[in-house]
């Protein structure tokens, strides 16, 4: 061919090329060297502008302007093929090849190519030439189609699989189905997820790998309720699909999937009469992709043969499962029936046994662990609730009630079973979907269903069914029974509480009736005790008094005072003891402590017992730790109290000649606070268990024939007990009939700030003083005469000016006449007209300054505490209890009246 001839086929495929849009190409060739630099290459305008390019300077007329945009994987096929093309001297092979080149934009597109070679007489060519064509949509389209074809003979193959395939069994027929599925989309897995009860479940798990069905993922049996998850359901619940890869996933997807290995998924909803049936999972573990449409109408249908195929075989096997559950219920019914039967019947047999076989004929029919009742009971904060009643496999049946469930509340361990169960709502669920799972999950529960309790139209409390291995719900049928059982589990409970209340009332009417005879015998030898008690100080005292007044000469009638004064003391003591014992009753014992010198204490119980002790010729014997604080804080008349009655009975029951031993030592101090022990023995009559059986009770001693030889109340250690147990201890003993017997107690102290012996002096009460008070000017509001008139003559050696009132409304009178004349007032609080207390507040509210600090002090046999307090808010400064002691009644004036002197 001519240069003339080649360059008017150059303009022909010029022309053709603007025409058509195919871009041309010439090259002139240095013979023997291809890849010579002189080798010149042009380029069309059209050939430029189908790869983006405008203009030469952007593409240049040299080799690497087109070899450099080829495929990595085209271009040594490309360029081979080229080569091979312009090295064939004899022309025959032809120049037309297809490969990849990358646009101006960085895009790849597809072209064919093909061209033809001018050579010499030897075959060397000379110069190339060739055309270009783009053929992107046309392989496009051929892919598409080749695509779509191989989809639709998947879909084909599956639908055939599911269909003809008798003979295996469905999960088979299903691994199966799904290979070309995954092989036409490239999937790694596909997961079937079913939707009910308002939860996704996984249903069925195919993984290439296995070629087949694999074990389901146990976390996604239920899926868990975690926003990733809510989020993906809400979308699909109004027909959205989830189509997610890598790097276009949230971190919450990301969290969730990369833990299954997930690069790539599509989740596509299916719906059946526009309810959410489930939905299917579509997965590329390999590599990251988007689902395109084609894909996601392909994998959609593919999801509706899986939906069909699980709902086709569901309801092929609907008529056994509706005979298998009718059956099921014929035999839960029967359950039901001999439980009822077996706890209307056994009645030889124990609540326990008879519980523990009935609980179990329900729980081996249902598969249950464990079942328990709760009752619920109000309480000022909240409903509370307790576990009454287990049952539990493991243990062989009834057993006791769980540790810890003896009294909850709602609002502590499940504030939203209050309202479902108060509204008659079951909870029916695995534990970990339930609200407020806690407490069950620490029990070991893995499934429970929860059945509330009315009765009367109140809401009684549950009953609580347990499964401890399997997550489920427990089907409509079971859920039945499990009622029935709940409602026949508590009557039958109610019904066995009601028995035991009965016996336990008649058993408590016998004990009440015998109590009520042996507490009327007590008392009635108390009684008589007490008259015998009174009696003696009182003749004593009258008789005395007689024998004082006939005495010729003062030595007698000091006699006859003193034995009077003997008789007096006794008989104050009798009555104190009765008066605690009152106190004891009405929970009214009270304390008061004060420092007080620890062995001043002692000496003064010694004291009072020192002529009972010399008069028996009995040895008394003191030891004293030396680790006891010298001053203590406590109450001291209290503790002497104590000591007091233990040591008079000790010397009472000692024959004479006997020995008594008093210790006390320090147990233990911990930061000031001691713990003293006391140890009292002898060795008299002893006291047998039966009589220490009966020591501590009120109004009765070890035996009533005792009081008729010894003497004595029978409250004295009744008294002590209560005194030792509000100083933080206990009281005990040990004793053998003749064998003497030892007491022992504890008490509390605190150690004292080591006072020094001006402690005791300001203690002590002293008598008054000759002219101690004189100038001073005392009213006395007192309506018995006689009272009047001891004080009036006691406290003539002080020179005191004395007035008296006979009541309220006079001593009213006399303060109101005078405000600034009296310096202090004793008032009694029972008068007839007005009272102390009324009389207090009236001379308070008068309106002068002096009332507000003239001092009131309160005399008065009401002694109880709310008497005191009583007395303080009317208005009064202080109080005396009656009989009247006149030491106090010096230390009280001493106190008031030095008081206004100082000031």
């Known amino acids: 061919m001519t240069d003339y001839s080649y360059e008017y086929e150059i303009m022909k495929y010029k022309l053709t090329s603007d025409v058509l849009g195919i871009g041309l190409w010439d090259m002139d060739v240095v013979p023997h060297d291809l890849v010579n630099p002189r080798n010149r290459f042009t380029w069309s305008p059209e050939f430029r502008r189908m790869l983006g390019f405008d203009s030469e300077e952007e593409f240049p007329d040299v080799l690497e302007s087109w070899s450099g945009r080829l ?65 992107t949509e046309e392989k496009n389209i051929a892919r598409t189609l080749a695509l779509r074809k191989k989809m639709l003979d998947a879909l084909n193959e599956m639908d055939v699989i599911l269909m003809a395939q008798r003979s295996k069994t469905f999960d088979e027929v299903m691994g199966g189905s799904l290979m070309p599925i995954a092989e036409a989309a490239e999937l790694d897995r596909i997961v079937v997820y079913r939707f009910t009860n308002n939860h996704f479940g996984q249903v069925y798990r195919w993984d290439k790998a296995e070629k087949g069905l694999v074990s389901l993922d146990s ?60 939905a299917v999972s579509f997965q590329d573990h390999t590599s990251e ?48 029936n001999k439980t009822a039967v077996m706890f209307l019947s056994h009645k030889d ?190 003749n004593a005292i009258i008789g005395m008094t007689a024998v004082g007044k006939k005495a010729g000469d003062i030595t007698q009638k000091d006699y006859a005072l003193g034995r009077i004064e003997e008789a007096s003391s006794h008989l104050l003591g009798v009555i104190n003891d009765v008066l605690d014992m ?34 028996k010729r009995h040895r008394l014997n003191i030891r ?22 233990i040591l008079s009975n000790a010397v009472k029951f000692t024959p004479e000649n006997g020995e008594i031993n008093l210790s006390v030592s320090l147990v233990e101090e911990n930061e000031g606070n001691c713990r003293l022990r006391a140890e009292i023995t002898d060795n008299g009559i002893g006291i047998s268990a039966e009589q220490q059986a009966r020591l501590f009770r009120a109004f009765g001693q070890a035996e009533s024939g005792i009081s008729r030889e010894y003497g004595g109340t029978g409250l004295g250690l009744v008294i002590s007990k209560r005194i030792v147990e509000l100083m933080g201890g206990d009281i005990s003993l040990e004793s053998k009939p003749g064998n003497g017997t030892k007491f022992v107690f504890h008490v509390n102290v605190l150690r004292g700030r080591q006072k020094d012996a001006a402690l005791a002096g300001k203690q002590a009460a002293s008598p008054a003083r000759h002219g101690e008070f004189a100038g001073k000017r005392l009213l006395i509001a007192e309506d018995v005469d006689i009272n009047r008139e001891i004080l009036v003559v006691l406290l003539a050696d002080t020179q005191l000016s004395i007035d008296c009132a006979e009541n309220g409304a006079e001593a009213l009178k006399k303060v109101k006449t005078d405000p600034d004349y009296y310096h202090a007032i004793l008032m009694d609080v ?16 008068l309106p002068h300054p002096r009332v507000s600090e003239l001092p009131i002090i309160a005399m008065t046999a009401n002694v109880f505490k709310n008497d005191i307090e009583a007395c303080a808010k009317a208005g009064m400064n202080d109080h005396l209890g009656k009989p009247i002691d006149i030491l106090k009644v010096t230390e009280m004036l001493r106190k008031y009246l030095a008081a206004q002197s100082a000031g």
Not at 301 to 312: E, V
Not at 594 to 604: L, P, S, T
């Open 830 to 845: 029972q008068m007839p007209i007005m009272d102390g207390l009324e009389a207090t507040r009236r001379i308070r509210a």
């Open 582 to 615: 009152a106190k004891i009753e009405a929970n009214k014992l009270e304390l008061s402590p004060i420092e007080y010198e620890f062995a001043k204490m002692i000496q003064k119980v010694v004291t009072v017992i020192g002529y009972r002790v010399e008069e």
């Open 289 to 336: 992709r988007v689902f395109g449409g084609d894909s996601i109408d392909f994998l959609h249908s593919a999801a509706r043969l899986c939906a069909n195929a699980i709902t086709r075989n569901e309801k092929t096997k609907s008529a056994d499962k509706a005979m298998e559950a009718l059956r099921h219920r014929e035999e839960m019914t029967a359950a039901l």
């Open 71 to 135: 495929h990595p994987e085209d271009k040594e096929r490309t360029l081979a093929a080229f080569a091979k093309h312009l090295g064939d001297r004899t022309g025959k092979t032809p120049y037309d090849v297809e490969y990849r080149l990358m646009t101006k934009s960085g895009e790849y597109r597809c072209f064919r190519a093909f061209g033809a070679t001018l050579r010499d007489g030897e075959g060397v060519p000379l110069r190339a030439a060739g055309a270009l064509e783009d053929i």
């Open 624 to 645: 004293l730790d030396d680790a006891i604080p010298a001053y203590v804080i406590g109450d001291d008349q209290r503790l002497a109290q104590v000591m007091t009655n």
């Open 349 to 538: 047999e124990s609540f326990e046994a008879m519980m523990t076989d009935g609980v179990k004929i329900i729980a081996d029919m249902l598969g249950l662990d464990r079942v328990s009742l709760f009752r619920n009971f109000e309480m000022p904060d909240c409903l509370h609730t307790s576990q009454v009643y287990r049952w539990d496999r493991q243990s062989g049946g009834t057993t006791m009630p769980t540790a810890g469930l003896g009294d909850v509340t709602y609002a502590g361990f499940a504030p939203r079973w209050e309202g479902l169960l108060a509204n008659n709502e079951p909870i029916n669920s695995p534990v970990r979907l339930m609200p407020e799972t806690d407490m069950l999950q620490a029990f070991g529960v893995v499934s429970a269903f929860v059945a509330p309790i009315f009765i009367g139209g109140a809401f009684w409390g549950f009953t609580l069914f347990e499964d401890r291995v399997n997550e489920r719900f427990f089907e409509d049928d079971c859920a039945e029974i499990m009622h029935s059982a709940a409602f026949l589990y508590v009557n039958t409970f109610l019904r066995k509480e009601m028995e035991s209340k009965i016996i336990d009332t008649n058993g408590k009417l016998t004990d009440a009736l015998r109590e009520a005879m042996a507490a009327s015998t007590a008392k009635s030898e108390f009684l008589s005790n007490m008259s015998h008690e009174i009696r003696t100080p009182m």
């Open 219 to 278: 976390e996604l049996v239920v899926l868990p309720d975690i926003p990733v998850l809510t989020g993906w359901i809400e979308r699909m619940s109004g027909g959205g699909l989830i189509n997610v890869c890598v790097s276009g996933m949230t971190s919450d997807e990301y969290a969730f999937l990369s833990a299954f290995g997930v690069k790539s998924i599509l989740l596509t909803p299916v719906f059946y009469d526009n309810e959410l049936w489930g």
